[in-house]
């Protein structure tokens, strides 16, 4: 259990220092090396839309990433006193975290990256986190190749450029012809492939567990579900103002069945 709890203290700070990083990297290197085509009206410069696509992405990220945190998935009432007698609760959805040392309506998992627990309330929140997470590493990887590709006039068209970079980078690297900070982006990229492809692996995982009406906790548990119609699952968890909340980082915007559903 102490493993446990350091582990849930040290992957939020792991993930905000990833976070920080990528914001320097495209701070002060990427958008820096863009040129601004002479041709090009300056409100479609490279640089600005870029800058633009970036912030947009990290902004949901890491909005959702807060709210996920601050929506909490406690209903203490659905289960008086099970967070001290450590019982099981009646509704078979409900679930007493260890880690968190309460208890979770529609309890899905634990995530150690937000430190918290996903359940009824805060699934919109975390599926978005999970979808604006991974785009925004695989568009900072693809920013930092073409970075790499003009600083060390390196071509990527043949499918295993990518895939060779790294031991090719760090023979370099050794004799002088990269730089420290160059090697620095390469390792980042691949970074941010392995984070946006695991993101983007769980939300659809997520998504799918979604459009059955179930949890990650009842599946492992065996619990049956009742059935229902795949539009219905996804408006409980979404909401009927989904399209607002996939651009702006907001609240769950589900009904009030959300709260309320224990199967």
């Given at each position: 259990m102490l493993a446990l709890r350091l582990l849930n203290v040290v992957a939020p700070a792991y993930f905000l220092c990833i976070s920080l990083v990528t914001f320097a990297l495209q701070l002060f290197l990427f958008l820096p090396s863009m040129r601004e085509d002479p041709a090009a009206a300056p409100l479609f410069s490279p640089a600005l839309l870029h800058g633009a696509l970036?912030?947009?992405?990290?902004?949901?990220?890491?909005?959702?990433?807060?709210?996920?945190i601050q929506n909490s998935p406690d209903d203490l009432d659905a289960c008086q006193g099970a967070s001290a007698k450590r019982a099981p609760c009646p509704p078979p959805s409900t679930h007493f975290?260890?880690?968190?040392a309460r208890v979770t309506l529609r309890h899905d998992h634990h995530c150690f990256f937000t430190g918290n627990c996903i359940g009824s309330r805060n699934m919109r929140n975390f599926v978005l986190f999970c979808l604006y997470t991974s785009l925004a590493c695989l568009y900072?990887?693809?920013?930092?190749?073409?970075y790499i590709s003009a600083v060390l006039s390196i071509s990527f068209a043949h499918p295993l450029a990518f895939l060779t970079l790294l031991p090719t980078s760090i023979s370099q690297f050794f004799s002088g012809a990269?730089?420290?900070?160059e090697m620095f982006?390469?390792?980042?990229l691949y970074l941010w492939f392995a984070i946006g492809l695991a993101?983007?692996?769980?939300?659809?995982?997520?998504?799918l567990l979604i459009l059955r009406g179930q949890t990650r906790h009842q599946v492992r548990k065996g619990v049956a579900v009742r059935a229902r119609p795949w539009r219905k699952n996804l408006q409980e968890v979404f909401g009927k103002r989904w399209l607002l909340g996939l651009l702006v980082p907001m609240f769950n915007v589900g009904g009030e069945n959300s709260k309320q559903r224990n199967k």
């Open positions: 970036f912030l947009f992405l990290s902004t949901n990220a890491l909005g959702n990433y807060v709210l996920v975290c260890r880690v968190c900072s990887m693809v920013a930092g190749v073409a990269v730089l420290g900070s982006v390469i390792l980042m993101c983007a692996g769980f939300c659809c995982h997520q998504l």
